[in-house]
């Protein structure tokens, strides 16, 4: 029998069984992929991260990341909820102010900022702009009336993953959303790839939100961090948040189903698209081990 040590982290929160909930564990050096996958199936959370020795130079560590289904080239809530990890456990040393991971997809720079508790920062990739969608029909596919969604176009954005973006009229109507999948598909040609439908309403200091991701197997997100910096492109783009540079805003999402999030945005581009970082706080409620 061999025991591995494990952590659970609430990852975009400062506060325990909030924010998105991640396993990790911190020296997985002697796991191989096949056990990695059946440890993340067992754990059933969204991912589970383990920590290897990094094959590239110039990384502080490898890092992968498995859903209960799959071996994942990078996701961002696991790579924000590893470096808070591997700061506390001081593998990374606790005052660093910048390190990079090794990630399947490549070298990944992490940037902390320091306070009572380190504030994790990583950098949207480029954002592309995709087609703008009807609102009747997104009101449909969400279940609301079309005089619920702002007179801003819904539209896809995309860092990687796709989004369609919808802007609501008030809180209530974002919290009555709810997706019906086969109004979503009359939304998009067949030969379109899978998309994730956010909706949002504007705050004064950011906006409140939620996430829906059936074709993804998700049917409710409590925190996606790929999906902000693509948020903030849309919401610059049109008037709904500044898009100076040193704009900070906060998007609150999770919180209809009970794991409320706090997702920290930084503006550092004039235009809104060049430099966005996405970071948050993280909670560590659980210190457990796995005897296999």
């Known amino acids: 029998m061999t025991r591995h040590r494990d952590r659970v982290v609430d990852v975009f929160t400062e506060h325990a069984l909030e924010g998105n909930p991640l396993a990790v564990f911190p020296d997985a050096s002697g796991i191989d992929d096949i056990t990695m996958g059946r440890i993340a199936r067992e754990l059933n959370l969204s991912e589970t991260v383990f920590i290897v020795p990094s094959t590239r130079p110039g990384c502080a560590v490898g890092v992968r990341i498995f859903t209960p289904a799959r071996d994942m080239l990078f996701a961002r809530h696991p790579t924000v909820g590893a470096a808070f990890v591997l700061l506390d456990e001081g593998i990374v040393p606790k005052d660093s102010a910048a390190f990079v991971l090794d990630e399947r997809i490549g070298p990944v720079p992490i940037r902390v900022e320091k306070g009572a508790r380190p504030l994790i920062w990583l950098r949207t990739p480029p954002i592309r702009f995709g087609g703008a969608h009807s609102a009747a029909a997104c009101a449909e596919a969400l279940g609301i009336s079309e005089s619920d969604i702002m007179d801003v176009a819904p539209g896809v954005v995309t860092a990687g993953n796709p989004n369609l973006y919808i802007a609501l009229r008030t809180q209530d109507a974002v919290d009555c959303a709810w997706l019906d999948l086969g109004a979503l598909r009359k939304l998009r040609r067949p030969e379109d790839e899978p998309i994730c439908t956010f909706v949002f309403t504007p705050t004064p200091g950011g906006c409140y939100s939620r996430m829906f991701a059936p074709e993804h197997g998700v049917a409710e997100d409590p925190a996606t961090g790929s999906a902000t910096g693509p948020l903030t492109a849309y919401m610059i783009k049109n008037g709904l948040l500044s898009g100076a540079a040193g704009t900070r805003a906060v998007s609150e999402q999770g919180t209809k189903m ?28 659980v210190d457990a081990t796995m005897n296999l």
């Open 258 to 285: 009970g794991r409320r999030s706090l997702l920290h945005i930084l503006i550092n581009g004039q235009d809104g698209c060049d430099g966005i970082e996405v970071g948050g706080y993280v909670t560590p409620p």
